[in-house]
């Protein structure tokens, strides 16, 4: 059985290469992609993973307590080579249809959903909407019920998009091992656990032992010394 703390990745595709990539105005599919991943790595300081990283087809359950929380795993998918996609609200939809670009389906679209689960990652956040930060709230049944259906694994991922001792704010994904859908909501209990405990016991200014930096991000100034730093160090002949 694969490492934990070493997380595995598979080349087999590209997220938007499947279903909602391509077709027509392909050049405004790359340009939002290409958005996407730019806001990722200018608002985060990183994307970090731990865990058996889903091969192929899967349905992931995550928590959802971040606004960042669906682009965080699109590059995740990027960077494990899988094709990507997200159940999402039917009133956010309406307001940018054009994120079906990047891997969106209207929650109510079952059909779609259990066709992209089978060529890639499908998102489906079991508390249904973003909640505060914090335990798990109420979960829904339509992540298991898409995965049975589907025929592919149901992953229970936990998330966390956290301030820590560096300037902007760093994502951490735990992939769980698969589950039976009546196993998910004790499973995604534990992942989180086990998240939090990992944060929590760590420096805040290195990762978590046994996380891999999938997505770099933006640099902390406490990690470099600008040009108007070192002329002001420069000017003044103050030392450390």
């Not at 389906?105 to 689960?117: Q, S, W």
């Amino acid at each position: 059985m694969p490492d934990r703390s070493a997380p595995t990745r598979s080349g087999a595709g590209q997220a938007g290469a499947g279903p909602s990539g391509g077709g027509r105005h392909a050049w405004a599919t790359w340009l939002l992609s290409r958005s996407v991943s730019r806001s990722v790595r200018a608002g985060l300081g990183g994307v970090w993973v731990r865990g058996p990283v889903p091969v192929g087809g899967a349905v992931l359950a995550p928590n959802h307590h971040s606004w960042w929380d669906g682009y965080v795993l699109r590059e995740a998918a990027l960077w494990a080579g899988s094709d990507f996609a997200v159940l999402m609200g039917a009133r956010q939809l309406s307001r940018f249809p054009f994120l079906r670009r990047v891997g969106a389906v209207r929650v109510d679209e079952v059909r779609a959903g259990v066709k992209r689960a089978r060529v890639g990652w499908l998102v489906v956040f079991p508390e249904g909407a973003v909640q505060p930060a914090g335990p798990l709230r109420a979960m829904q049944p339509g992540a298991a019920w898409i995965a049975g259906a589907a025929g592919v694994p149901l992953v229970p991922v936990a998330l966390r998009v956290v301030m820590r001792g560096a300037q902007a704010p760093e994502a951490f994904v735990r992939f769980g091992w698969p589950v039976a859908g009546p196993d998910l909501n004790d499973a995604l209990h534990r992942e989180l656990a086990a998240l939090d405990a990992d944060l929590l016991d760590s420096d805040p200014e290195t990762p978590p032992a046994g996380y891999l930096r999938a997505v770099p991000g933006r640099a902390s100034r406490s990690e470099r010394v600008d040009l108007p730093s070192r002329l002001l160090s420069w000017i003044t002949g103050d030392r450390g």
